[in-house]
C-alpha cells in the first residue's frame, strides 16, 4: 500500500504479558518513529531509526520496551511485562529522511489496552 | 524543557463562523513547527511546516502562522468536515541527537451545520 500500515489495529492483553506492534513503512523511507498517544496526553516519542545507523532509544520510558528494524524497512515494538500505564495508541511515522518540510506520515495506530 | 501549549482545549464552531487555534512554545532552537489534522482512530495526518517569523502557510480553508513564540492557525468559513483535532509540535533534538517532534494536547474542533 502507499500508506504506513500498523498491526494489529488493536490489543488487549493481561497485566504482565508481552506484546509485539508492527509497523510497515512507506517504501523508501529511511527515517522510522514511534511514538505513544495516551489519553489526554500528547504525542510521546519512544525512538527513532535512520536507514542502518544505531536507533535513538532515549524516549523509552523503561527497559521493558524494544524496539528493532530489520532490512531497513519492517520495524516491531516489543512491550515486556505490561503494565495497566502502557495503555495507549501507539503510532508509528515515517519520512524519506529524517523531518523533511513534508513532515512525517503516520499510521493509524495499534490501540493497546492492558487489563 | 521544550514546550508546546495549545489553546483552547475544545472550540464549538458553527458553519462559516472563523476563528483561530492558538500554539504557543518554548524551545531551545526552532527547527520548525508543524501542523497536523487528527481523525477519531486515525494517525495525524501533515498539514504544514513553518520554519521563521512572518512565515505564512495556506491551504483551501486553514492558513498557518507563526511568531517567535507562537503560532496560529486561522480557520476560514469552517465546514463541518473541518471538524478534527489539530496538534501543533515543534521539530526539536533529542537526547541521543536525533530530531524529534514535541507535540501540544490538541485542538477538538466542533463545526456544526
Known amino acids: 500500500g502507499a500508506g504506513v500500515s500498523q498491526s494489529p489495529s488493536n490489543k488487549v492483553t493481561e497485566k504482565g504479558k508481552d506484546v509485539e506492534l508492527r509497523c510497515d513503512p512507506i517504501?523508501?523511507?529511511?527515517?522510522l518513529y514511534w511514538y505513544r498517544q495516551s489519553l489526554g496526553q500528547g504525542l510521546e516519542f519512544l525512538i527513532y531509526f535512520q536507514g542502518n545507523s544505531a536507533p535513538d532509544k532515549s524516549g523509552l520510558p523503561s527497559d521493558r520496551f524494544s524496539a528493532e528494524r530489520t532490512g531497513g524497512s519492517v520495524s516491531t515494538l516489543t512491550i515486556q511485562r505490561t503494565q495497566q500505564e502502557d495503555s495507549a495508541v501507539y503510532l508509528c511515522?515515517?519520512?524519506?529522511?529524517?523531518?523533511?518540510?513534508?513532515?512525517?506520515?503516520f499510521g493509524s495506530g495499534t490501540r493497546l489496552t492492558v487489563v | 524543557e521544550d514546550q508546546v501549549t495549545q489553546s483552547p482545549e475544545a472550540l464549538r464552531l458553527q458553519e462559516g463562523e472563523s476563528s483561530s487555534l492558538n500554539c504557543s512554545y518554548t524551545?531551545?532552537?526552532?527547527?520548525?513547527l508543524f501542523w497536523y489534522r487528527q481523525d477519531p482512530g486515525k494517525g495525524p495526518e501533515f498539514l504544514f511546516t513553518l520554519y521563521s517569523a512572518g512565515e505564512e502557510k495556506e491551504k483551501e480553508r486553514l492558513k498557518a502562522t507563526l511568531t517567535k513564540k507562537e503560532s496560529f492557525l486561522h480557520i476560514t468559513a469552517p465546514k463541518p468536515e473541518d471538524s478534527a483535532t489539530y496538534l501543533c509540535?515543534?521539530?526539536?533534538?533529542?537526547?541521543?541527537?536525533?530530531?524529534?517532534?514535541?507535540f501540544g494536547k490538541g485542538t477538538k474542533l466542533t463545526v456544526n451545520p
Open positions: 524551545v531551545s532552537g526552532l527547527r520548525g
Open positions: 511515522a515515517s519520512s524519506p529522511e529524517g523531518t523533511t518540510s513534508g513532515g512525517y506520515t
Open positions: 517504501s523508501g523511507h529511511t527515517a
Open positions: 509540535a515543534v521539530q526539536t533534538i533529542t537526547q541521543g541527537g536525533s530530531e524529534k517532534l514535541v
